[in-house]
Nanobody
């Protein structure tokens, strides 16, 4: 059974930093497409960043480029999201997501909520001005 557990959310002032972590279990970590999504006031979850755990390209949403960094620790089966220079518009529930991957290229095409099969419970990030 695949389980994704996020941690590291919280409240911070604009310009501050937070680091989110996602601990993954029950999956072949070396061959998955994994990503971070967020859901603000609207109904949809938007992709923030994603990567293929087997190595390869990393992609970011335009709104977070240069501020957020996605990384992984394969030994610990952990996906991280370092968020710097946070803005009030980054306020959202952040979710870790995973999908069995057929490779780096296929993973880079997965950008929608429906493209990912497994989800964590989410962690709240609140940025005040």
């Amino acid at each position: 059974q695949v389980q994704l557990v996020e941690s590291g959310g919280g409240s911070v002032q604009a310009g501050g930093s937070l680091r989110l972590s996602c601990s993954a279990s029950g999956l072949s970590y070396s061959a998955y497409c994994m990503g971070w999504f967020r859901q603000g006031p609207g109904p949809e979850r938007d992709r923030v960043a994603s990567l293929y755990t087997g190595g390869g390209r990393i992609s970011y949403a335009d709104s977070v480029k240069g501020r957020f960094t996605i990384s992984q620790d394969n030994a610990k089966r952990t996906l991280n999201l370092q968020m710097n220079n946070l803005k009030p518009e980054d306020t959202a529930i952040y979710y870790c997501a995973a999908h069995p991957s057929v490779g780096d290229a296929a993973c880079s095409l997965r950008r929608r909520e429906a493209d990912f099969r497994y989800w964590g419970q989410g962690t709240q990030v609140t940025v005040s001005s």
